[in-house]
């Protein structure tokens, strides 16, 4: 079957540095890593191990200094911006903390934005799926002001979902949610990825939200430093607390 035994993404020798000099910060040192097909992948580390970097190098949102990005056999890293613009369009899926809805459009409206933009024919019975599994058959003529926020997420997320994407990315999708509005959310992302075969990489610093995943893994100071499988919440304190504490040098003396 080809490309479609393999990961549904790749990054090879990742590099990207910004500032220079003494100043610079490596955001990612040569990280290798692969996105399992149909899988939900969550990734975390601590504030500035470079975790939304890989995710925009991945998305084509922001481009490597070095190495490789392949997504779905294309080779994003190589990619002029026209056919980048047009590979996030219509391959790509993307959930963002903040919601992103266009305020004077419908829940229904915000839903088939990408496929309006692409002139993209709605398939029907696709479109009544996705609404279907995000639970808003009923609040479909609303707009964005009239939907809490767990609503205007999942309206979000069925945005993403609308065009058939080869992989989805969520960077902190529930940072702005309650517990059970998150909940909601998670729930339904987590869904179509068993149910719908889609394929999620989720940038997050919560360990609820990351429980939620097939699979964490762990960046820190711009390198990836481990992974879990199957992660509870538990797992993921636990990991995140040894990170932390390699991350602090004893002084000497210390009790």
């Known amino acids: 079957m080809g490309t479609h035994d393999g990961p549904i993404a790749t ?4 590099v990207k ?3 220079a000099g003494e100043t610079a ?3 990612l040192d040569g990280v290798d890593v692969d996105f399992a097909r149909g899988e939900l992948t969550a990734i975390m580390g601590p504030s500035g191990s470079g975790k939304s970097t890989l995710m925009h190098c991945m998305a084509g949102l922001d481009r490597p200094d070095s190495g490789e990005v392949v997504v779905d056999g294309h080779r994003v890293s190589a990619m002029d911006e026209r056919r980048l613009t047009k590979l ?3 391959r790509l899926g993307f959930v963002f903390q903040a919601f992103n809805l266009v305020p004077t459009l419908t829940a229904l409206e915000n839903i088939t934005l990408p496929l309006d933009i692409a002139r993209a024919p709605v398939d ?3 479109l009544a799926a996705v609404i279907a599994a995000v639970g808003l058959g009923d609040r479909l003529d609303h707009k964005p002001a ?4 767990g609503q205007q997420q999942r309206v979000a997320c069925a945005r993403a979902l ?3 994407p080869s992989v989805v990315f969520a960077d902190e999708p529930t940072g702005n949610l309650d517990s059970t509005s998150a909940a909601e959310v998670l729930g339904f992302l987590r869904r179509s990825v068993d149910d719908g075969g889609q394929s999620i990489v989720m940038v997050t610093h919560d360990p609820t939200a990351a429980s939620y995943a097939h699979r964490v893994l762990f960046l820190a100071d711009g390198r990836l430093v481990g992974e879990l499988t199957d992660p509870t919440q538990q797992s993921v304190l636990d990991r995140l607390g040894a ?5 602090v040098p004893v002084r000497a003396g210390a009790l």
Do not use: I, P
């Open 146 to 149: 009239q939907l809490s926020g």
């Open 25 to 27: 910060v490596h955001a």
């Open 124 to 126: 029907k019975a696709h």
């Open 162 to 164: 609308v065009t058939r």
């Open 88 to 90: 996030r369009r219509t």
């Open 243 to 247: 990170l932390q504490r390699a991350a």
């Open 17 to 19: 540095t910004y500032g």
């Open 11 to 14: 990054a090879r020798e990742l």
